[in-house]
Nanobody, 114 residues
Framework: VQLVESGGGLVQAGGSLRLSCAAS????????MSWYRQAPGKGREFVAD????????DYADSVRGRFTISRDNVVNTLYLQMNSLRPEDTAIYYC????????WGQGTQVIVSS
């Protein structure tokens, strides 16, 4: 199993980024996928998740209306479109495959400057 995040970077407040998570080594279309984040000095927190066929998505209150989770089961990739970014969105963003045991990617850094 492998999860590889990309798309992070430095952006000004109010800007946008699109994160990607390329999955391999398992049947991607069978499993719910999630995004989490960990800000400096804080614990890892839930951001959003999406079920296997994309008909149910859930979001943390802090990102609802600004972030959109999606997936493409043909290319085995999970996405997170992040709009109206705020400095408090600064964190390492991780994707997670909700397999029989959760499996994590290595993370991608997002820095939002004020």
């Amino acid at each position: 199993v492998q999860l590889v995040e990309s798309g992070g970077g430095l952006v000004q407040a109010g800007g946008s980024l699109r994160l990607s998570c390329a999955a391999s080594g398992f049947t991607f279309s069978w499993w719910r996928m999630s995004w989490y984040r960990q800000a400096p000095g804080k614990g890892r927190e839930f951001v959003a998740d999406i079920n296997s066929n994309s008909d149910r998505m859930d979001y943390a209150d802090s990102v609802r209306g600004r972030f959109t989770i999606s997936r493409d089961n043909v290319v085995n990739t999970l996405y997170l479109q992040m709009n109206s970014l705020r400095p408090e969105d600064t964190a390492i963003y991780y994707c997670r495959a909700d397999l029989r045991e959760p499996f994590w990617g290595q993370g991608t850094q997002v820095i939002v400057s004020s």
